[in-house]
């Protein structure tokens, strides 16, 4: 089964960063797109950022220019290295992945989310 396991959260001061890991594992072929995602009290879940297996990276724009998502294809693992953080940046931040599957020599695309790692910026 594959899992996603997240790591680097925490508190920290406005204006420090954090960088946040999350590495896939688990019956994987191979992973396309893979993303973080955020949700504070009392609000949606909403896209931080989100890289495709190429590199091409997206962000939302409250974050443009102070967070920078990366990956390593080889170590199935995304990156989101988070600057400037502001306290509305506290949230409960997931990994996201696309992975293919092979199952019965049939390949198809699943979702996964990881378990979620808390983010407080404390002002």
């Known amino acids: 089964q594959v899992q996603l396991v997240e790591s680097g959260g925490g508190l920290v001061q406005a204006e420090g960063s954090l960088r946040l890991s999350c590495v896939a594992s688990g019956g994987i072929f191979s992973i396309n797109a893979m993303g973080w995602y955020r949700q504070a009290p009392g609000k949606q879940r909403e896209l931080v950022a989100r890289i495709t297996r190429a590199g091409g990276p997206d962000y939302a724009d409250s974050v443009k220019g102070r967070f920078t998502i990366s990956r390593d294809n080889a170590k199935n693992t995304v990156y989101l290295q988070m600057s400037s953080l502001q306290p509305e940046d506290t949230a409960v931040y997931y990994c996201?992945?696309?992975?293919?599957?092979?199952?019965?020599?049939?390949?198809?695309?699943?979702?996964?989310w990881g378990q979620g790692t808390q983010v407080t910026v404390s002002s």
């Open positions: 996201h992945a696309e992975v293919l599957r092979v199952q019965a020599m049939v390949f198809r695309n699943y979702d996964y």
